[in-house]
């Protein structure tokens, strides 16, 4: 008897409707394992097409010409940045600038300097700047002014205006500011 005649007498034996349910049940156990790993290697392959997308269209959308170009039209504007940038060791030149405004403009003048702060990663620190400002109003004013026409960066954050009016005298305003300066 050949092989072939024992398969054949194998599955006479066994009617249709068991050789139909060993048929899909071993159909759905085929699907059962390899539908996840086929979903699987699906997904992975879409997420890698994508992934190589947004590479090319990085490497596609920044190139030297540009970075260099970049750089030109800014190189300009750092020295201005660097010049409103108080100088190290210039302290005493920054303070007696301001005490010549206040001085010209007839208005007492209280400066406090706070402690250094180093800002992140660079070579530049920022210092709190206090302020009190005693007389005229309008001169108050003009020293505002003459403060933002220096070249120097000065950050205010806060200004607080009180008035007083003593017997027989005229009315003093005092105006109080707080602020950021910026050295190297």
């Given amino acids: 008897m050949t092989f072939l005649n024992k398969i054949k007498k194998y599955f006479s034996k066994i009617n249709t409707k068991t050789f139909t349910l060993l048929s899909i049940v071993i159909i759905l156990i085929i699907i059962a394992f390899t539908y996840p790993i086929i979903s699987r ?26 970075v260099t170009d970049s750089y030109e039209k800014y190189e300009t504007k750092l020295t201005l940045i660097n010049q409103a940038m108080i100088a190290k060791n210039r302290e005493l030149e920054f303070i007696t600038t301001l005490e010549n405004i206040a ?23 920022k210092t709190s700047l206090s302020i009190l400002l005693q007389g005229d109003f309008k001169n108050q004013i003009q020293y ?25 005298t005229a009315t003093t305003t005092k105006m109080l500011l707080l602020a950021n300066t910026f050295w190297q």
């Fill in 144 to 168: 505002l002014q003459s403060i933002e026409k220096l070249p120097i960066y000065i950050n205010v954050k806060k200004i607080n205006i009180n008035t007083a009016k003593e017997e027989n």
């Fill in 41 to 66: 290697m699906l997904t992975i392959s879409q997420g890698a097409k994508n992934l190589r997308n947004t590479i090319d269209e990085q490497r596609s959308t920044i190139s030297l010409e540009e």
């Fill in 103 to 125: 001085a010209n403009l007839t208005l007492q003048q209280d400066i406090n300097i706070g402690q250094r702060e180093i800002i992140d990663n660079s070579s530049y620190t």
